[in-house]
């Protein structure tokens, strides 16, 4: 009959200080008798028999090594995530350094140094472990209000990928995004976005129509705040591009100007990125109508400009390979356009000591507050549709 632990436990009890004062002989008796009674092996009686054993509570401890990333690293995280765009662990890891020295210059006591030196070690495999479940996907469509341009179309050849050299600053992808809610009646305000493609650096500017001369204008002043010279245009069918007034200041500039394919977004692939990443997911999708929407607007992207450039990173693809059905994909490290520029022999010293000084006097979590405080000032402006 088997005994129940309560029972089998003072059996072993009894015979405990019998054992420890046997013989060897009368030792191996008594584990015999004792392995028939409670079915313990003979090994595990031994050591409850022994003069040594003291008996523990089991504890639901987890064995391994001790956790390096407290609960106070772990807050530093769930601050610096927002800051840092709700980037993916690689490219949090990437711009971390950079985010944690702007901080120290305005804020030396948001974090301690033991925390601050702990967040500089951190891998991007522990940030997101620790991070993992708190990324919010967000799911927003929108229309498209392209119309095509037919006036020298025969003059603004498609883009090949052969005329332009890629691997150099100044080749610039650009776009409108409508602001128009569900319909495209009437007029409503629009942003155009501007990208190079080389380091990612992206400029934005609201325009209360996409008439032309609206288009045209804000392509100038982002010309006069990009920190290198324009030697490439790209941008879709659209007539606000595809028009005589920038054909014509392109050809003057010696400005190679390309368009890409009807229908195919694809061609305008890095553009197309930035109006979600940069624009869409800052504005969103509402309508927004008149001159008080776009001054907000322009206020917002004044800042929106030294913080994306400046802070947050991006990785650029280097090859594409497929074995049969699937595609491998092969990215570089992480940088912010701000990194790619300064790492640029094209670019000359002072423009570099010029960028350099305005990293310098950036505080990313000011310029963050100020820019909420924007965005909550132009959603009350948003129209109903």
């Not at 993916?88 to 030196?117: V, Y």
């Not at 509402?286 to 001054?295: C, I, L």
Request: charged share 30%.
């Amino acid at each position: 009959m088997k005994l129940d632990m309560s029972t089998r436990n003072k059996v072993i009890e009894k015979k405990r200080i019998q054992y420890q004062k046997s013989t060897k002989k009368e030792k191996g008796k008594i584990l015999d008798s004792l392995c028939l009674s409670t079915e313990l092996s003979r090994d595990r009686l031994k050591k409850i028999l022994s003069e040594n054993y003291v008996k523990t509570k089991h504890t639901n401890k987890k064995s391994g090594r001790k956790r390096k990333y407290g609960p106070r690293i772990i807050s530093a995280l769930d601050e610096l995530w927002p800051l840092l765009d709700y980037s993916s662990g690689k490219r949090f890891c990437a711009g971390l350094d950079d985010m944690l020295d702007a901080i120290e210059r305005f804020d030396s006591d948001l974090f301690n140094q033991e925390t601050k030196r702990l967040l500089r070690s951190i891998s991007p495999a522990t940030v997101e472990r620790i991070l993992k479940g708190k990324r919010e996907k967000l799911t927003l469509k929108g229309k498209s209000t392209t119309k095509p341009g037919t006036l020298l179309k025969k003059d603004i050849p498609i883009r090949l990928g052969t005329e332009w050299d890629e691997n150099k600053v100044g080749f610039l992808e650009i776009d409108l995004v409508a602001h128009c809610g569900s319909t495209v009646a009437g007029e409503y305000v629009n942003t155009l976005d501007v990208t190079d493609i080389f380091s990612g650096w992206t400029e934005t500017r609201a325009i209360i129509n996409k008439a032309q001369k609206h288009t045209f204008q804000a392509l100038k002043t982002i010309e006069d705040k990009l920190p290198f010279t324009i030697l490439g245009l790209d941008s879709d069918n659209g007539s606000e591009f595809i028009n005589d007034q920038l054909y014509r200041y392109c050809k003057e500039k010696d400005i190679m100007f390309t368009r890409g394919r009807p229908f195919m977004k694809n061609d305008g692939c890095h553009i197309e990125q930035k109006n979600w990443h940069i624009v869409r997911r800052s504005i969103g999708y509402a309508r927004y109508e008149g001159q008080p929407a776009v001054n907000i607007m322009n206020k917002y992207y004044d800042l929106l400009r030294l913080y994306s450039n400046f802070f947050l990173t991006h990785m650029k693809l280097i090859s594409k390979t497929r074995n049969e059905s699937k595609i491998k994909k092969k990215y570089d490290y992480p940088k912010t356009p701000y990194r790619r520029i300064l790492e640029d022999p094209s670019i000359p010293k002072d423009q570099k000591d010029k960028l350099i000084s305005i990293s310098l006097s950036l505080n990313p979590i000011k310029i963050n507050n100020d820019m909420q405080r924007l965005l909550e000032a132009l959603y009350k402006l948003h129209i109903s549709d």
